[in-house]
């Protein structure tokens, strides 16, 4: 089995104040980052850490995360809300005379 493309991932280089540094983050590995001193460094830093990581990880046999740009996604999700704001959000829907998916839909593109 092969490993993802460690560039696939999703990153952020930021500025952390309290470290002085730059900071990198992937949202696949949330419990990894790596400080440096520029932006470029962290990324590079962050990416062979990662690499390691793939690796250890195929050793023992645990499951890689796959990259979030080669997911694929349904277009559907489940979602709870309490009984006052469902009855609020199906009162909006008919006195806009749409659907609480499409009000739900339009409020979240709106975004």
């Known amino acids: 089995m092969t490993s993802p493309d460690i560039a696939h991932y999703t990153y952020r280089v930021t500025w952390s104040v309290e470290d002085e540094e730059f900071v990198a983050t992937c949202l696949e590995f949330p419990s990894l980052s790596w400080l440096a001193d520029t ?3 962290a990324l ?3 990416e062979a850490l990662i690499a390691d990581t793939i690796e250890d990880m195929r050793a023992e046999g645990e499951s890689v995360p796959d990259p979030l740009s080669e ?3 349904s277009g559907k999700f489940n979602l709870r809300v309490g009984e006052t ?3 609020r ?3 909006e829907a008919a006195e806009e005379n749409v659907s609480i998916n499409q009000l739900i839909v339009r409020r979240l593109s709106a975004s």
Do not use: D, T
């Open 85 to 87: 704001l469902h009855r």
């Open 39 to 41: 932006q470029v460094a």
């Open 71 to 73: 997911r694929s996604f």
């Open 89 to 91: 959000l199906a009162l």
């Open 44 to 46: 590079q830093g962050l």
